[in-house]
């Protein structure tokens, strides 16, 4: 896809009924709406235990306008693979499977699942959107819970463990499209939802999607707490197409710019309120070596 969306090319048609039950703010929400515009009217939902199940609602007052299928925490993967091979079977051709599922049932309990479908080059989109801890079931640490952070499961110092790298986890699949995106930018979300739907077998999109309660920042600044985690090189936005890495969009345009430091970041969340300075100091060798080596 060499043209970029923008607002006036993007499709009006909504997707989603106008009333939802996110709460205020909700990151989720901005990519749920702007993801079903990509997927289109002609696609079928896998969605496990999660904040969008609340989202969504339960039939016949579901906020989302395409079928959805809701299933167990652990098999959003196997789930998806079941639904397109039950189309084939029935010779349904033009009907797109995705798998939308949290960080808590890819990264963690669903992660068996996936990984199996992705070994076998299954056919489907799955699409992560990772607001880093169980905020569903009160904000408990996940695996991509950032270093730091204080959830209900890490009250004191914060979470001890690095963020863990999904997409670097499934791109160790050798599968032909992951990519990366974010809340805070839409439309390269839309962009990289859209191509995968193009592209055979299992692709894989993983969405940095700002929580405020979870995080702890006031609801309208959802975009801005998006945006600051780009601009200080701590969430990189990239696709790996066919084995072929890739910086993209706002992340390819802070390529050999100074980046915003990391404590700005921190400091807008109240979840950071227990991180020292040496951990901060930490991070920010950290993310300075890593854009190093992209410039390099």
């Known amino acids: 896809m060499s043209e970029k969306t923008s607002i006036l090319n993007l499709p009006e048609e909504e997707l989603v009924h106008s009333g939802s039950r996110a709460c205020s703010g909700c990151g989720l929400g901005i990519i749920y709406r702007i993801g079903l515009k990509a997927l289109g009217k002609n696609t079928i939902l896998v969605v496990p235990p999660s904040c969008l199940t609340v989202l969504q609602g339960l039939y016949p007052i579901a906020s989302t306008k395409l079928p ?19 189309l084939n079977a029935l010779n349904k051709k033009g009907i797109t499977v995705a798998g939308w599922a949290g960080d808590g049932g890819t990264s963690d309990i669903g992660l068996q699942s996936l990984s199996g479908a992705c070994e076998r080059g299954e056919e489907f989109i799955y699409i992560c959107y990772d607001n880093e801890a169980y905020m569903n079931t009160g904000v ?12 209900t499961t ?4 914060g979470k001890l463990q690095q963020k863990k790298d999904v997409p670097a986890i499934i791109a160790g699949h050798g599968i032909n499209y992951v990519a990366t995106c974010s809340a805070a930018y839409p439309l390269d979300l839309y962009d990289k939802i859209k191509k995968a739907t193009t592209i055979p077998a299992t692709k894989y999109i993983h969405a940095h999607t700002p929580c405020p309660s979870g995080w702890g920042f006031d609801p309208k600044y959802t975009v801005k707490i998006g945006r600051l985690a780009i601009e200080t090189g701590l969430y990189v936005l990239y696709e790996i197409e066919y084995s072929k890495w890739r910086l993209t969009g706002p992340s390819e345009k802070l390529l050999n ?11 807008a969340q109240t979840r950071f309120k227990s991180i020292t300075s040496s951990l901060i100091s930490q991070v920010q060798k950290q993310v300075d070596e890593k854009w190093a080596g992209f410039a390099s």
């Open 68 to 86: 959805c299928l809701n299933v167990t925490f652990a098999s959003t993967g196997a789930a998806a693979t079941g639904v397109k091979a039950a």
């Open 140 to 151: 408990q640490r996940s695996g991509t819970t950032p270093q730091g952070a204080v959830t």
């Open 154 to 157: 890490t009250p004191i110092k």
């Open 257 to 267: 710019k100074k980046l915003r430091p990391v404590r700005d970041y921190f400091e």
